[in-house]
């Protein structure tokens, strides 16, 4: 190989390595919403969805790396025809479907806001 040839390589696999390192380092700290999603847990609300449900992608959009911290039950069968056991004995018909504490119910998209004003948690400013 000539020497041209494998400088080219290496640099190209710098690159890439660097590119990784990156990449892994910018998508590995906290999401903005860690703390309120902590508090809308703590809280005891429950968040019921389904996988392929166009509002809750939109939801769990809305709070980015935030959302795996959310209080999330998935509702949806694998193959997205069916409904879980807990859902259907929860009585959830429509997602998503916030549970709060007091025992009210939020369908539908909802935005931080409403969801802090129903928890009492603090949006980050």
């Not at 969805?49 to 911290?69: D, E, I, R, V």
């Not at 999330?72 to 025809?81: F, Q, R």
Request: with cysteine.
């Amino acid at each position: 190989m000539k020497k041209g040839t494998l400088i080219f390589w290496l640099v190209v696999l710098a690159l890439i390595i660097a590119g990784v390192g990156t990449s892994v380092t910018l998508n590995s700290g906290p999401g903005k919403l860690d703390g309120f999603a902590q508090c809308i847990k703590d809280s005891g609300t429950i968040y019921y969805g389904a996988f392929w449900c166009p509002h809750c992608q939109a939801t769990n959009k809305m709070f980015g790396k935030s959302k795996a911290l959310l209080p999330y039950v998935e509702c949806s069968t694998p193959d997205g025809k069916g409904q879980t056991q807990i859902c259907k004995d929860k009585g959830i018909n429509g997602y998503p479907t916030w549970v709060f504490p007091d025992g009210s119910i939020l369908t539908g998209e909802r935005t931080l806001q409403e969801l802090a004003d129903k928890t009492a948690c603090q949006l980050p400013k």
